[in-house]
Structures are given as C-alpha cells and as structure tokens.
C-alpha cells in the first residue's frame, strides 16, 4: 500500500510541481524538498536535520519511525498529492498536513486494533 501512495504522491508533483524544462537534478531536488515537507509535517524535522541529530543511528529517519508514524506517512503521501492537485502552496500544504499528522497520530496511538498487530 506504501508503494501505492508513493506513486500517487511522485505522480502529483511530476504533474503540477515540475517545470517540463527543467534538469533531471531540479527535479530530483522539487521531490526531495517534498518528501521533507512530509517529514517535517509528521517528524518536526527534515531527512537532513534527523541524519545529522542522529549520526550514530544506521538508515533513515524511515528506518527508524514507528509503525503508527509509517501509516500516516502513507497517508499523508495520498493527501498532499491531493493538496497539490487543489493547487495549495507548500506553506498551507505543510500546515493542513500537520493537522493530519497529529490527529492520525492520536487516533492510531489509541487504536486496540493497530495494538493487536504489533
């Protein structure tokens, strides 16, 4: 399922983010800047902020997230690319997916079920 909002997310910045005339490396560059918006949305911090905190620590800010945090991570990959479809800019997007962060979070925090599967 991650894989599958992964591509829904890519798709939406490919379609309304990227320029068709800019470099491979720009682009690479609009996708990174937009995966730290997810992670700064969720985690308070960027992939660089979390490496750099956290140098003893193997892998990434991913490899270290909890399993209620990889859901909305998910899910808030589907919702941005919405967000950027409706044409929002990256500052409301980042404050709307706070919002999401937070109250999946709890929600899933509080879930007997998400607790069964661990």
């Known amino acids: ?10 798709d ?11 470099t491979r490396a720009q682009a690479s ?10 992670k700064v949305a969720l985690f308070g911090v960027t992939a660089k902020e979390w490496r750099d905190n956290n140098a003893e620590k193997a892998g990434n800010i991913r490899d270290w997230a909890t399993l209620e945090q990889l859901v ?13 479809r409706q044409g929002l800019s990256q500052p409301e997007r980042l404050m709307q997916l706070n919002k999401v962060a937070i109250t999946q979070m709890q929600s899933l925090l509080e879930s007997n079920t998400l607790k069964r599967l661990k």
């Open 1 to 10: 399922m991650a894989k599958v909002n992964y591509q829904i997310h890519t």
């Open 72 to 84: 909305v991570l998910s899910n808030m990959e589907s919702i941005n690319a919405l967000l950027i």
């Open 12 to 22: 939406a910045i490919k379609d309304n983010l990227i320029p068709k005339e800019i």
């Open 29 to 38: 560059f609009v996708y990174a800047n937009e995966a730290d918006l997810l």
